[in-house]
């Protein structure tokens, strides 16, 4: 008969059974920001990548250009 012990004790039993529990709401919202932070570590990275890789193919393209692009050949 333990059921009807529990009818209408619930803001007491919240607050002893679940004392210092992350609720669902909490840990959706935790999750969402982690996942949140990490896509813009993420963005953060692929743009700083190919902010590089640009700089890299507009040295190589002006060496290439005026001609003084190391050892390529015999004599070069």
Same mark, same amino acid.
């Given at each position: 008969?333990?059921?009807?012990? $529990?009818?209408?004790? =619930? +803001? #007491?039993? *919240?607050?002893?059974?679940? *004392?210092? !529990?992350?609720?669902?709401? /909490? !840990? %959706? $919202?935790?999750? /969402?920001? /982690? %996942? &949140? *932070? #990490? @896509?813009? @570590? &993420?963005? #953060?990275? &692929?743009?700083? !990548?190919?902010?590089? =890789?640009?700089?890299?193919?507009?040295? !190589?393209?002006? /060496? @290439?250009?005026?001609? +003084?692009?190391?050892? @390529?050949?015999?004599?070069?």
């Amino acid at each position: 008969m333990a059921f009807f012990g $529990l009818i209408g004790n =619930d +803001r #007491q039993m *919240a607050a002893t059974t679940y *004392a210092g !529990k992350e609720s669902a709401t /909490e !840990k %959706r $919202l935790r999750k /969402e920001a /982690e %996942r &949140s *932070a #990490q @896509r813009r @570590r &993420s963005h #953060q990275r &692929s743009v700083v !990548k190919a902010d590089r =890789d640009g700089w890299k193919w507009a040295d !190589k393209e002006r /060496e @290439r250009q005026e001609g +003084r692009g190391g050892r @390529r050949g015999w004599f070069s």
